[in-house]
């Protein structure tokens, strides 16, 4: 029977950019109830670090905790065009989240 605890851990990163730029034509009344024309140029970024560890104090029981950190930011810049307008309509939206959570969970089995 082991009886020496064992601790392992394991560090995840990652990184994702996401660019569009998109211009999108009018479709008539007629052709699914109309659409007015639009464009949209956004950019969005997400980062993550994710640290997890594991504790086996046994071979029936086990230990994990760690923590996960999540970053993001975007922004999203379009344009309707409505068509009798003269001006078109700016859309802007942007958005900063990020978060921090910690977890945890104990296993285990029954002799």
Do not use: H
Not at 6 to 19: D, F, P, V, Y
Not at 49 to 57: D, G, P, Q, V, Y
């Amino acid at each position: 029977m082991d009886s020496v605890a064992r601790l392992g851990a394991e560090i995840i990163a990652s990184w994702s950019e996401l660019k569009d730029d998109i211009d999108t034509p009018p479709v008539p009344p007629g052709e699914l109830d109309g659409q007015p024309a639009f464009t949209t140029v956004s950019n969005y970024q997400r980062g993550q670090l994710l640290w997890i560890n594991r504790l086996s104090a046994s071979a029936r029981s086990q230990l994990a905790f760690g923590f996960d950190l999540v970053g993001e930011t975007g922004r999203d810049d379009g344009i309707v065009d409505l068509g009798f307008v003269q001006l078109p309509i700016p859309m802007i939206c942007s958005a900063t989240p990020s978060r921090v959570s910690w977890n945890g969970a104990v296993t285990g089995q029954r002799a």
